[in-house]
């Protein structure tokens, strides 16, 4: 069973920055496609970015395009979520992820951890 476990959210200003990790453990972590969503208070799941297990590839939701990058360092069982120009709008709770290479969605999820963006 793979355990995903979020760290760095937390409460900053329009306009700057965080980054968030998620260590994975319990499983085949360079074999995952890893990735990030959010979910606003009131508001729907949305999908935030993903990166393939050999990160050749990289998603964004195009509410954070040009904004935010994801990175995996495959040695660490570590996934990031670098977030710049963070807006209001950022604010969710953001949930790393992870997706078997077979499987048509994502299969684990970690607890979340808090984003805060004050205007």
């Known amino acids: 069973q793979v355990q995903l476990v979020e760290s760095g959210g937390g409460l900053v200003q329009a306009g700057g920055s965080l980054r968030l990790s998620c260590a994975a453990s319990g499983g085949t972590f360079n074999r995952y496609t890893m990735g990030w969503f959010r979910q606003a208070s009131g508001k729907e799941r949305e999908f935030v970015s993903a990166i393939t297990s050999s990160s050749s590839n990289t998603y964004y939701g195009d509410s954070v395009k040009g904004r935010f990058t994801i990175s995996r360092e495959n040695a660490k069982n570590t996934v990031y979520l670098q977030m710049n120009s963070l807006k209001p709008e950022d604010t969710a709770v953001y949930y790393c992820?992870?997706?078997?290479?077979?499987?048509?969605?994502?299969?684990?999820w970690g607890q979340g951890t808090q984003v805060t963006v004050s205007s």
């Open positions: 992820v992870a997706k078997n290479p077979l499987s048509r969605q994502y299969d684990y």
